[in-house]
């Protein structure tokens, strides 16, 4: 088994509203490996953002501890992850291009070799021809393009993504699943994928965490085997992903049954 | 252009000749002004477009010792100068104070009761101060700018969006490189929303400097008062005109530059 990357051990979260505690994750567990593609899903407010947000050092967990690298998280995102969040991000003064520059900007990275970058990634987004627009004249599946690549094009190792195609179309969704596995396949990053969408989940992930509903505990860790590379239409007819769809759904189900009960 | 706005320009070239036509007929008819309640149909009140225009001319002229260009180019000069001075130190304050919540709390008392003092009243310690001049007309200009510019940056730099940020960390940003690619900009477009109504202020400001100020400090408010002081409804009117040409000026020219600045922003996409 390839190196741990992300090391997580008995997290939990309570907020606080007002004079009642409110937990949202509890007791959680579980390790991502080098180049592993981890999906976590789970009924709505499970804390499966909150768990994405905590390994990011945007919310501080109130008990357990995360290593990144064997590193504990601390105030500050670690250099090494990278982050695409469900809202739109894309800054809108700037255009395509230079959204996509940002993060070599800030590194220092040369001029010529920004351009040089930024041209490949819009080639690899197929952004091209969009490079001077502003992301107010784009549709929702090209600005989250565009956030996708500006997270890329620094090569981060590890990749947090929190439903970052929650809000777009099937087709739109499908798309860039397509385009996420190419790019995933050819960099092998490690990603946590964040996502309300089990068949989604499926089709990305080799590794899937179930949560039960609020507080969030894990209900299940779910190996996918369908083999790679995989083909996000297709793959939906075959009776492997039915199998494994169905065996995820039946543990989600109690979830939604106990809720609704 | 839009299409059909031939006929728009039409009617309103149309609705302008009618009204100086009605105002040079109607000011020519005795009768009228002896009517109780229209007394001020006269054109020792309201003078009248042929007699505006050839006052026009001779104030333009090297005749008079203050020629009217002067004074419209004094009324400019204070009013853009007010105006960037305004801008700038508006929008530093603005952006210190707006991400910064201790040093916000501290000024806060002081922000309000500076600003609920009417403007207008500052004229005479203004100009007791910094006398009868330029520089008079330029701080008074410039306290009414600031405060405009100040409040709308401040809320633009309150209200910057918290998930940017987070996304320019997760891209390697320091802290400086936040304030300068987020931050700022992010806080400009509140701050360019607020230009139009600076500019239109800043020339209020820098009139009633001009009403107070006298000769000295020159200016198309100084013609006004004068005209008042000697009845001349005439010269009244070229100041009034004149300056509604300037407003209208000064704040095309602003849109256009906010329209350049915002070009990111949906409302002033190009359709």
């Not at chain 2, 707006?98 to 100009?127: C, E, H, K, W």
């Amino acid at each position: 088994m390839a190196r741990v990357r992300i090391a997580i051990r008995d997290l939990s979260k309570t907020f606080r509203e007002g004079p009642r505690e409110v937990p949202a994750v509890s007791g959680v567990s579980f390790d991502v490996h080098d180049r592993e593609f981890v999906a976590i899903v789970g009924p709505s407010g499970c804390g499966k953002s909150t768990i994405l947000n905590m390994i990011g050092s945007l919310i501080a967990p109130t008990g357990g501890e995360i290593l990144v690298d064997g590193a504990r998280v601390g105030a500050r995102p670690a250099p090494q992850i990278g982050y695409v969040f469900q809202k739109d991000t894309v800054f809108p003064w700037r255009t395509v291009e230079r959204n996509i520059a940002l993060g070599l900007e800030y590194r220092g990275v040369s001029r010529s070799e920004v351009g040089a970058r930024v041209k490949e990634a819009v080639k690899l987004a197929g952004l091209e021809g969009f490079e001077e627009a502003f992301p107010a004249t784009l549709s929702g599946g090209m600005r989250q393009r565009v956030a996708l690549m500006r997270s890329l094009v620094v090569n981060p190792e590890i990749l947090l993504m929190d439903e970052p195609f929650g809000a777009l179309d099937t087709h739109t969704k499908l798309n860039l699943h397509a385009e996420l596995l190419a790019l995933w396949g050819t960099r092998q990053q490690t990603v946590v994928f964040v996502t309300h969408d089990l068949s989604e989940a499926i089709t990305l992930a080799d590794r899937i965490v179930v949560m039960t509903r609020r507080p969030g505990r894990i209900k299940l860790l779910y190996d996918v085997k369908l083999p790679r590379p995989r083909d996000v239409i297709g793959l939906r007819e075959s009776a492997e992903y039915l199998r494994e769809y169905a065996e995820i759904w039946h543990a989600l189900g109690q979830e939604f049954q106990e809720r609704a009960s | 252009m839009k299409a059909g706005s031939g006929s728009v320009w039409i009617w309103r070239v149309g609705i302008l000749v009618v009204f100086l036509a009605a105002w040079e007929y109607l000011t020519g008819i005795k009768a009228i002004s002896k009517t109780p309640g229209l007394y001020w149909i006269d054109p020792f009140f309201i003078s009248r477009p042929s007699a505006i225009a050839r006052r026009f001319v001779y104030l333009m002229s090297d005749n008079v010792r203050l020629p009217l260009w002067r004074m419209a180019l004094s009324t400019v000069q204070s009013t853009l100068w007010g105006f960037i001075v305004g801008v700038t130190t508006g929008f530093a304050a603005g952006l210190l104070l707006g991400r910064s919540d201790r040093i916000a709390r501290i000024f806060d008392p002081f922000i309000v009761a500076f600003n609920s003092l009417p403007r207008i009243a500052l004229v005479p310690l203004i100009t007791m101060v910094f006398g009868f001049g330029l520089l008079a007309k330029i701080v008074l200009a410039w306290s009414i700018v600031f405060f405009i510019v100040f409040f709308n940056t401040f809320q633009g730099a309150r209200s910057v969006d918290a998930d940017l940020i987070h996304s320019a960390r997760f891209l390697g940003a320091g802290e400086r490189q936040i304030m300068r690619t987020v931050v700022v900009p992010s806080t400009l477009a509140w701050t360019f929303a607020s230009l139009t109504p600076s500019i239109s202020f800043a020339l209020i400001g820098v009139v009633v400097g001009e009403f107070i100020g006298g000769e000295s400090g020159g200016g198309l408010g100084y013609l006004i008062i004068q005209s008042l002081g000697t009845l001349n409804a005439a010269d009244m009117m070229v100041a009034l005109f004149v300056l509604g040409a300037i407003g209208i000026v000064m704040a095309l020219g602003i849109r256009q530059i906010e329209v350049r600045l915002l070009r990111w922003r949906p409302e002033y996409q190009k359709r």
